[in-house]
């Protein structure tokens, strides 16, 4: 495979271009890339298509190799742990980076490349190919532009807008930092969006599900502006939003007359909901839900529900959208092998479990709940929500149910626990371990290489995203909204009775769970529901932190700290375990487990003293948004004076490097 490069100075703007490369697959047959002049590549649909599906990796999630995947991605958050606490919860620890971070325009650079050398030829017919075929690769790089740029917003808010290339030009670089407004970002998005939408088909060219469609566009249309929608209503009157008190935009003279296009921070929230719902409609309102037989597979059973998160080709599932194929012998993963164990030392938490409803739709906590306890694993799962007894494991079930003898890297038979262990591929961190993203067969194992698709987009989440915006922007529900929640629980196996599971529900009993909170302050029973149904049907697929970031969720931490725990392994279950194995002890450093004083449940936080996160989780408003490194400040300056430069930091962060936000 060939490829070229255009050179490109290193700035704060713009990296070297990376490779342009085509499909070893399907282009074989097409000259060199190194043999062709610039100027005639990207003539033909076959470069456009290629240009295209090379950018996915870079931008899209996909499950890499010796990790969880993207079924790891909800690690340090309420809903999953991981045994080492991030520094975004351990406030001064995290700190401004030198150089690098988030503020980087390498994906949009090969963006604005390809449309601004494209869309000319697209319009002067320049380009030979099936005309659908070009709009709908000129519409997956709207698409990718817009993604990265949604990836900008969530890290940073705040961020320059660049539609095109730039000469090396120090001056015109410096120029071009300015920061937009976070909402003028998103509206960005939204319009490149629409533009995807409108030049893609509804179906990919290839006529499969591994290259980005028109629902992707509106899915993701969605997801984006009930982000931004969302953001703006709960950091209302804070240095997070424009023109909020101490927003540091203000003091740049060219923010300093900002004016809302709506006229209002809430006619821009206004804004975002209705395209929210709009767009989430668009993609619900076509997108039939998997069947969920309630099946825990069997070799003659398939359940649809199930094997959608683990089948090697995901085509001919409804609700998947976008998804990405591996292949035994080019690609391979890892999740399958640490599906089998301990996921890779990602477990589930305490609050994560215990915010699944009964079947019959009440609380555990309620009367009559039927709720069986969790002394025993097996204890937890009965009587519960469908997709709780689904995909939690416990010792004793079946991990393989064919080819047993290829699988080198099998663990066939759930084992009670190794909450002992230290290395990620044997430990359990918290007891609670998931089977999402589970394959029972054993060729999966073979030699830690599994090839299971990856999925990428979900259509179910177009379902959420509506109800959520909905009740935002209306304060109840209308009849799409109850719809699509009805049918949601009902595929979940729990009593599609919502307003039984609202009436029921004790605000004052779900504080372990951080998306009943916002700024500080319990949510109503009704909107902490529609929270609750995000949480448990998107578990584990990456979008908790994010929602999180968005209700504006862990203030409470601010001045309480939080106590991630796991399964009760100061009850019965201690008994599955020598005393070597549950060594504890604060100031032992041969500890393996939490004390029984601290709480009878699992703290794989709070092991050890001498652990940074052994007092806890806390946060700070800082971290609501990233730091910029220093050298984008230096860079930019004017006689190293770093006040000077157009580019300024985010609430909270100082601009030096190595510096904790301000009053820590």
Same mark, same amino acid.
């Given at each position: 495979?060939?490829?070229?490069k ?16 085509v ?47 993207t ?43 390809? %449309? ?7 319009k +002067?017919?320049?380009? #030979? &190919? !099936?005309? =659908?075929? /070009? ?57 490149? %969006? ?7 088909? +509804?179906?990919?060219? #290839? &006529? !499969?599900? =591994?290259? /980005? ?29 424009p ?9 740049k ?42 099946i ?57 479990v ?12 309620a ?20 997709r ?11 991990n ?29 961190s ?53 719809t ?40 109503s ?7 609750r ?57 041969a ?16 092991i050890?003293?001498?652990a ?38 985010n ?7 190595g ?6």
């Amino acid at each position: 495979m060939s490829f070229f490069k255009y050179k490109i100075k290193n700035t704060l703007l713009i990296g070297a271009m990376a490779i342009l490369a085509v499909s070893c697959n399907d282009y074989l047959d097409q000259a060199p890339l190194s043999a062709i002049a610039p100027e005639d590549y990207l003539t033909d649909e076959s470069h456009l298509a290629a240009f295209a599906v090379r950018r996915y990796p870079d931008i899209l999630p996909s499950h890499p190799n010796w990790n969880f995947g993207t079924f790891g991605t909800d690690g340090n958050t309420d809903n999953m742990a991981v045994p080492a606490l991030d520094n975004k919860y351990i406030p001064g620890l995290w700190r401004v980076a030198a150089i690098e971070g988030d503020w980087g325009f390498n994906n949009i650079f090969q963006a604005n490349y390809f %449309l601004e050398t494209v869309l000319p030829r697209y319009k +002067n017919g320049s380009i #030979t &190919g !099936a005309d =659908n075929n /070009i709009r709908h690769y000129i519409g997956e790089m709207y698409f990718l532009r817009a993604h990265e740029y949604f990836t900008k917003l969530q890290a940073l808010g705040d961020f320059p807008i660049i539609r095109n290339t730039f000469p090396d030009n120090q001056e015109m670089l410096t120029a071009a930092s300015v920061r937009q407004p976070r909402n003028e970002v998103a509206r960005f998005i939204i319009s490149d %969006l629409d533009s995807a939408a409108l030049m893609m088909q +509804n179906t990919a060219p #290839t &006529g !499969a599900k =591994n290259r /980005i469609s028109k629902k992707v566009a509106q899915l993701l249309k969605s997801r984006v502006a009930l982000y931004e929608g969302t953001w703006l209503k709960y950091f209302k009157g804070t240095a997070m939003v424009p023109n909020g008190p101490d927003w540091p935009g203000k003091a740049k003279a060219y923010n300093a007359s900002y004016q809302f296009p709506s006229g209002s921070i809430d006619g821009e929230i206004e804004y975002f909901l209705t395209q929210a719902m709009a767009s989430a409609k668009e993609v619900a309102s076509t997108t039939a839900l998997v069947n969920n037989t309630g099946i825990i597979q069997a070799l003659t059973n398939e359940n649809p529900y199930f094997t959608m998160f683990s089948a090697e080709n995901m085509n001919s599932y409804s609700e998947v959208l976008l998804w990405r194929q591996y292949n035994r012998t080019l690609v391979t993963h890892n999740v399958p092998v640490n599906a089998m164990a301990g996921n890779y030392a990602v477990g589930l938490t305490r609050s994560m479990v215990e915010s699944f409803l009964m079947s019959n739709g009440l609380p555990i906590y309620a009367a009559g709940s039927g709720y069986k306890g969790d002394d025993y694993l097996t204890d937890v799962r009965q009587g519960r929500d469908g997709r709780l007894n689904l995909f939690l494991k416990e010792p004793g079930q079946k991990n393989v149910l064919i080819n047993l003898a290829q699988g080198t890297h099998a663990t066939e038979i759930e084992p009670n626990p190794q909450i002992w262990e230290s290395s990620y591929e044997k430990k359990y961190s918290t007891g609670y371990t998931i089977r999402k993203g589970l394959t029972y067969d054993a060729a999966h194992a073979a030699n830690g290489s599994g090839y299971t698709g990856s999925i990428t987009f979900r259509g179910v989440e177009a379902y959420l995203n509506y109800i959520e915006a909905c009740y935002e922007k209306n304060g109840t529900l209308d009849g799409d909204a109850r719809t699509y929640w009805q049918q949601i629980r009902t595929r979940a196996g729990v009593n599609a009775d919502f307003d039984k599971t609202i009436a029921a529900t004790q605000m004052s009993k779900e504080t372990a769970d951080w998306g009943a909170y916002s700024a500080n302050q319990l949510i109503s029973p009704t909107l902490y529901n529609i929270r609750r149904e995000r949480r448990n049907e998107l578990m584990a697929e990456g979008l908790r932190y994010m929602d999180l970031k968005r209700w504006r969720a862990m203030d409470q931490m601010i001045n309480t700290p939080y106590h991630v725990e796991g399964f009760k392994l100061w009850g019965p279950m201690k008994d599955w375990y020598t005393p070597a194995q549950l060594t504890f002890g604060a100031t032992n450093n041969a500890a393996v487990v939490s004390d029984p004083a601290l709480s009878q449940y699992l703290r794989p936080h709070q092991i050890r003293s001498n652990a940074d996160s052994y007092k806890g989780s806390r946060w700070t408003m800082a971290h609501y948004l990233n730091p910029i490194a220093a050298q984008h400040f230096i860079i930019t300056a004017t006689g190293g004076d770093v006040t000077t430069s157009p580019i300024y930091q985010n609430p909270g962060w100082p601009l030096t490097a190595g510096a904790a936000p301000n009053g820590l």
